[in-house]
């Protein structure tokens, strides 16, 4: 008898798992790819530097969940990506996306420092804007994307744009020709009577103000436009001024002179407003302003710089016998990019990341985008110990060395090690003619968990594997031996 309720209850189960594989595949099949989300563009080239770090909110709508809550992502290789690998979630059939980001995540004008549960952030814009760091800190970027789902990411068509969120005031300051540069470059503005706080929903893109104070923005002195003495700029909080509200103050010889409008004004996001103003002998101000879109056009023109394409020599493209390494990853048109360099370590064999007995459980060496702040840390960690307590990395930094090149070549962060696979694999523009690299065998990263104790490092196997579809982010015990590859980056703007 007890043989026969054995069968009965054992037939049930077995059918139960028949039929889960029979209604699910895709859901499995799904769950093995990581939630990735993009393609990105962006309005104007120059966005790309700031979207190293981007937060993100993403919004099940079919199963009212948050799927990412404020997560720090960051750009890589045209799609958006969990800084921390052990934050990528993975894609189910039955979901349904509504994606909102922003850039850059720890923006000094985000007021929240954790998660909220809510797509509702505070706002509030730095009245000192005269360091160039303030006036950077000040800037929003924003992108969202409505009914994201895993068909249409994979066919490419849920791409997720970032533009300027607020809004940018530049003054410029000239004389009549009589007036010296010295007279007018003592002359300084103020940005008055302008709100600075505000709620922003992501989910909507409404940006209201929180309160009726109001501040005066001191700007941020910046590169001299044309016919001009004197060019500054500051970010305000796109809003309606009223009619007679005084927006400028200028000061000059310890007088004080005001810009009132005329009429009531909107500052709009992501335009930029040119106060042009002419300084007279004889005390008179003339405003002339106008209004363009938001475009960061103060670099100089590059196009005698080499512009490099994923399998060239560096630091000259076709030349062998001076290469350092091979190209294996562009941005901003070829001017920027990243080197592998051309050998392997000098044992030509495999080594630890670190030593037994290192010590480095808590060192937060867990940059997935950019090694060379990984090593950095390390190597101000380790003193006069790195080679013997962080071979792996120390070995990446000694090669830099041997060519002439100190502190720029670097053990890659996970994101990095994934780029140079990538195209490896996909073997663009013929880079395995310049480079190679083991096949059937794991690299080294320099990035570590984050959490919960540090005590593991990431790497991936260099095979034929589709990262965006099937790469599994994998730690390890830093113990063990695997292969490592210096690169290092370049900027040729």
């Known amino acids: 008898m007890k043989k026969f309720v054995f069968i009965l209850l054992l037939i049930p189960l077995l059918f139960a798992c028949e039929k889960e594989e029979i209604l699910y595949p895709k859901d499995k099949e799904m769950e093995t790819t990581p939630l990735l989300l993009g393609p990105v563009t962006y309005s104007n080239p120059e966005i790309s530097e700031m979207l190293s770090s981007i937060g993100l909110y993403a919004y099940d709508v079919n199963a009212s969940d948050i799927v990412y809550d404020h997560t720090e992502f960051t750009y890589l290789n045209e799609l958006l990506r969990p800084a921390n690998p052990n934050d990528i979630e993975y894609w189910k059939f039955t979901e349904t996306l509504d994606v909102y980001a922003y850039a850059p995540y720890n923006s000094l004008v985000i007021q929240q420092t954790t998660n909220f549960n809510t797509a509702v952030l505070d706002i509030s814009i730095l009245a000192e804007q005269s360091s160039g760091t303030n006036y950077k800190n000040c800037d929003l970027l924003y992108g969202s994307q409505a009914g994201v789902t895993y068909a249409n990411w994979n066919g490419g068509s849920k791409n997720i744009t970032f533009s300027h969120r607020l809004s940018k005031i530049d003054v410029n300051l000239k004389g009549d020709g009589i007036l010296s540069n010295t007279e007018i470059n003592n002359v300084s503005v103020k940005i008055v009577n302008t709100y600075t706080n505000a709620n922003w929903d992501l989910k909507t893109d409404v940006l209201a103000v929180s309160n009726n104070t109001t501040k005066d923005i001191t700007p941020n002195l910046t590169t001299t436009k044309s016919g001009f003495v004197k060019s500054m700029q500051a970010i305000i909080l796109p809003q309606t001024m009223t009619a007679s509200t005084a927006i400028l103050k200028i000061t000059r010889n310890s007088q004080d002179y005001f810009y009132k409008l005329e009429d009531n004004f909107t500052f709009e996001e992501g335009k930029a407003y040119a106060f042009d103003i002419t300084l007279t002998s004889d005390n008179e101000i003339i405003f002339n302003v106008s209004e363009t879109a938001w475009v960061n056009n103060n670099r100089a023109d590059t196009n005698e710089k080499i512009k490099y394409k994923v399998g060239d020599y560096f630091p000259i493209p076709d030349d ?31 080594v630890r990341w670190w030593e037994p007995g290192s010590d480095a459980w808590g060192e937060a060496f867990d940059n997935s985008t950019n090694g060379l702040v990984n090593q950095n840390a390390a190597k101000s960690w380790a003193g006069n110990k790195f080679k013997e307590k962080l071979p792996a990395m120390w070995w990446c930094y000694k090669y830099g060395e041997d060519i002439g090149e100190p502190d720029i070549w670097y053990l890659p962060a996970i994101y990095e090690l994934e780029t140079l696979r990538n195209n490896y694999y996909n073997n663009v523009n013929n880079i395995k003619n310049r480079v190679s690299m083991y096949t059937d065998d794991y690299y080294y990263s320099s990035t570590k968990e984050k959490y919960p104790l540090r005590t593991k490092v990431f790497y991936l196997k260099f095979d034929n594997v589709n990262a965006v579809e099937s790469v599994t982010y994998i730690a390890i015990d830093r113990t063990d031996y695997y292969y490592i590859r210096a690169i290092r980056s370049f900027d040729n703007r």
């Open 320 to 350: 062998r016998s001076s290469a350092v390494g091979v190209v294996f990853q562009v941005a901003n048109g070829g001017t920027t990019g990243k080197v592998v360099s051309l050998d392997h370590n000098y044992w030509s064999t495999k």
